[in-house]
């Protein structure tokens, strides 16, 4: 430009220096225009205004004089010449032109109702085509930033069908696709607006523009296929394009979420090695990182994250690097790494897992008090956060592993009143319940089973809530209504371990009412569902009992004799097995009346119930011609610190036996 100048000096001498024609003269003007020197472009326009008034170049001199004030900035000049135009030239091919760009004047200074009015007259006055599908387009822009989107579609759709090949007909497309973004179930209209603007776009730029905007609405919409195609094609297919760079970084995105973690490698490298900013630089590393960790190369992942974290630490990727850092730690078991890695101020989306895995840290490195002071912290600041259930069920198992149980049943409760739609309010509620149970407040446990059962859980979830309940109303005196949620849960669950407990349960609740068939009937079901075991144990037991108060005795000495395989069983019941023995010495079976003895001497807890075990031991291996071995029997016997009559014959038959040796 500096190089014309020389040049145009000498033009604008040779003009003052010679009169020239009105033709002339705008032809000059012309000149200096086009090369871009508007400010003297519009002084020589001025000139021909001047000395040729009426010439037939006056229209176009006054358009001309307001394009140089618009590309000099001045937009009140060119206002004021295009006005011009339009009162004083009204006819001419400039008018419409001048309408036009006073129209675009409007709209860029937010003016939209008066560009709507000034478009609306001129598209009613039938412009060339050209003129008319920018005024529609103008118009229909006009009305969208007005808030008339009803009357800005029209405006376009008006212009789409009317002037379908204009280089504005991929904008007017663009923008109807914009304007329905917040439209609930638009998708299909938008994905159709973005097919019309790349089909119809004049323009590399302009179809660049379009295939970039389609691909960034499908990638925020999580349509990451359609992104992924649709941006790759930009790539592609413009790739000088400047929405073409843009446009890596999107895609690359939309290939990691289809898990093609391979083929982002190269988009990630690229983004690294060419960003022209930090923060794309950043974006491509941390790409990178997230690749090679799908790929199983966490040692060079985590690289790259401290890489992001070192070496672009002002950028909003610095942050979430940190946080990738921490949850490779934790991952791997590694909490101390884990806590010195913690990033200090986290993305706020990113807050509440930081604040959970610094709670489990601090929890497995047997930080009890630290832990704790986390899991409220993350319940109390951020309740809508996908870890603030199990920092709650968290701080319930901290506080009954405590001993704190009236706390821990606060805080498993506070899921299903906090939380109350949580998949996990049903194990909460049960936590709270057994807790209740263990501080003897039986009426909220009831409460708590009751609110579980309400929410109608799973047939063994149910059958178990059941059983509790019933336990809880044993406890309560209240045996009809027990026997009644038993009944209620045979009724639902026929089969398994639960069934198996309830049955157990009806056979004590009908032994106390003494009602000795339908007792033998519920403890023999107990057995048949669950045959070994603590709690067949306890039915056989049972069953022994009931069997007894019926004057069965044989089958009930034929259910206690497993037992005895169970010292500690033998133990806690010394009495039966007494009877067990004695049975089976007045039966003649002296080898399982002997067994037996011996079992109770050697787990009795009592003195009195090892002699009387020894001393029938004794007796039984007597009847079995064993002298030696009833001798035994009797000193151990004697040799206990009681005073019964079992220990007084064991004496005397001891004296005997020693007599006859």
């Not at 000139?47 to 009426?54: A, F, I, Y």
């Not at 890695?341 to 930080?367: F, I, N, T, Y």
């Amino acid at each position: 430009m500096r190089a014309a100048i020389p040049t145009l000096v000498l033009l604008l001498s040779a003009a003052a220096a010679f009169g020239l024609d009105a033709g002339e003269q705008m032809r000059f003007a012309d000149g200096i225009y086009l090369r871009g020197f508007y400010e003297t472009a519009a002084g020589e326009y001025l000139v021909l205004l001047r000395d040729h008034p009426g010439s037939p170049h006056e229209a176009a001199a006054l358009y001309r004089i307001g394009e140089c004030y618009r590309q000099l900035g001045n937009q009140t000049g060119a206002e004021r010449f295009y006005k011009r135009v339009a009162a004083e030239f009204p006819g001419s091919p400039q008018a419409p032109r001048a309408a036009l760009r006073r129209a675009e004047l409007a709209v860029a200074a937010g003016r939209h109702a008066e560009a709507a009015d000034l478009l609306n007259q001129l598209l009613m006055e039938a412009p060339s085509a050209e003129i008319a599908a920018a005024a529609s387009y103008y118009l229909g822009y006009s009305r969208w930033q007005a808030g008339d989107k009803r009357g800005a579609r029209a405006a376009y759709e008006r212009m789409l069908a009317e002037h379908g090949a204009s280089p504005y007909a991929a904008y007017a497309a663009l923008d109807l696709a914009a304007m329905q973004a917040e439209a609930k179930g638009a998708a299909a209209d938008m994905q159709a607006w973005f097919e019309k603007a790349v089909a119809v776009a004049a323009t590399p730029a302009v179809k660049a523009e379009a295939l970039y905007r389609w691909g960034d609405w499908a990638y925020r919409q999580g349509q990451y296929q359609l992104a992924a195609d649709t941006l790759q094609t930009l790539m592609v297919e413009l790739p000088d394009e400047p929405r073409a760079r843009e446009a890596r970084l999107a895609a690359a995105w939309s290939l990691f979420y289809l898990d093609r973690a391979a083929d982002v490698l190269p988009l990630a490298e690229q983004l690294a090695a060419e960003a022209p900013t930090a923060e794309t630089a950043a974006a491509g590393i941390y790409l990178r990182a997230n690749c090679l960790r799908k790929l199983n190369r966490d040692g060079e992942a985590l690289g790259d994250y401290e890489r992001v974290v070192r070496e672009f630490p002002a950028t909003g990727f610095a942050g979430r690097a940190a946080y990738e850092i921490m949850v490779t730690h934790f991952k791997r078991g590694d909490h101390e790494q884990a806590l010195l890695a913690a990033p200090p101020r986290p993305d706020p989306a990113q807050a509440a897992d930081v604040l959970w895995m610094r709670a489990e840290s601090e929890r497995a490195l047997g930080r009890a008090e630290q832990a704790r002071t986390r899991y409220e912290a993350l319940v109390r600041d951020h309740p809508q956060a996908a870890p603030a259930v199990p920092a709650l069920l968290r701080l319930g198992e901290m506080a009954r592993e405590a001993g704190r149980l009236e706390e821990a049943a606060a805080w498993f409760h506070r899921v299903a009143d906090d939380y109350p739609k949580d998949p996990a309010v049903p194990e909460a509620l049960k936590a709270a319940a057994l807790a209740r149970v263990q501080t003897g407040d039986r009426a909220g446990a009831l409460a708590d089973w009751d609110a579980l059962l309400d929410r109608r859980p799973e047939p063994p979830a149910a059958a178990e809530a059941r059983l509790q309940k019933a336990l809880v109303l044993i406890e309560l005196k209240k045996a009809g209504e027990a026997l009644a949620v038993l009944d209620e849960l045979l009724k639902a669950v026929p089969e398994g371990e639960t069934t198996a407990r309830a049955h157990y349960w009806r056979g004590v609740l009908l032994a106390d009412k003494e009602k000795w068939p339908e007792a033998e009937a519920a403890l023999r079901a107990s057995l048949a569902l669950a045959p070994d075991g603590a709690g067949a144990a306890l039915a056989r037991l049972r069953l022994a009992v009931v069997l007894q108060r019926q004057d069965r005795m044989d089958e009930a000495a034929d259910q206690f004799e497993p037992l005895l395989e169970n010292p500690v069983l033998a133990a806690d019941h010394p009495a039966m097995a007494e009877w067990f023995v004695r049975h089976r010495f007045d039966q003649g079976a002296f080898a399982a009346a002997r067994r037996a003895g011996a079992v109770l001497g050697e787990s009795a807890r009592e003195p009195a119930w090892r002699q009387i075990g020894w001393y029938w031991a004794g007796a039984a291996e007597a009847q079995l011609g064993h002298d030696a071995k009833a001798m035994s029997c009797y000193e151990k016997a004697v040799a206990e610190d009681a005073q019964t009559r079992e220990g007084a014959e064991a004496q005397l038959l001891l004296a005997g036996l020693e007599l006859k040796a």
